[in-house]
């Protein structure tokens, strides 16, 4: 299940790059153009309802923040579950971590230990509005399988073709992004 180019386009174009944000060197993909945008947002969340209809999903697995969003709306579509996962600190109940490397630090994703509570090696896609090092992505699908939970396929609506990040998260589940970008 592919998007025709015309579709693409017409989510790319209502994607805001602004330069230099959050620091100088950077042009930050701005999805809320998307969302601020009926037609855009209805052929995104359509697709991917299409798309996930027959993957026999029991769970969709949002990444901290913009992931949410996408993976919420996607669900409720879908009529299964949705898991935050979420930056260290913000789940109140028990939880289980990953921890992956920053420029410089680190940083450390988390989730609910009975998130995915549906059945052992409970079906789950992962979802985030952009793959760039793919470091995050990579902990978080780490972390969805420690749960015993199976992140089957991770999605994204943007990809940094020019970073390595699909690469390095192909060697763990299966990657689909929408739209590269060169
Ligand atoms: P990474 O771990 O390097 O793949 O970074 C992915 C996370 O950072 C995602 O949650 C993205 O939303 C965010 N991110 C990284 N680079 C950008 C960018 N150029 N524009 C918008 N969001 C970005």
Redo the contacts with the bound molecule.
């Keep these: 299940m592919t998007l025709s180019n015309e579709d693409k386009a017409i989510i790319l174009d209502s994607i805001r790059d602004i330069e230099d944000f959050p620091k100088p060197g ?4 701005d999805i809320t153009t998307l969302l601020n945008n009926p037609e855009a947002f209805s052929i995104l969340m359509n697709h991917l309802a299409a798309r996930y209809r027959s993957y026999d999903l029991d769970y969709i697995a949002g ?1 901290d923040a ?1 992931g949410f969003i996408f993976g919420a709306a996607l669900a409720q579509m879908l009529g299964i579950g949705f898991v935050p996962i979420r930056k260290k600190g913000k789940l109140p109940y028990t939880t289980v971590s990953e921890k992956y490397s920053l420029e410089y630090g680190f940083d450390e994703v988390e989730v609910h230990l009975d998130a995915f509570h549906e059945r052992e090696g409970a079906r789950v896609l992962m979802i ?10 990579y902990a978080a699908a780490n972390l969805v399988d420690k749960t015993g939970a199976n992140c089957v396929e991770a999605c994204f609506i943007l990809g ?1 073709d020019f970073l390595d ?1 699909q690469k390095k998260l192909q060697k763990i589940t299966n990657v689909y992004t929408i739209i590269g970008i060169d």
Excluded: C
């Excluded at 985030?128 to 992505?137: S, Y």
């Design positions: 950077i042009v930050f993909k990444i913009r985030d509005d952009l793959i760039a090092t793919g470091g995050t992505a940094l990040g």
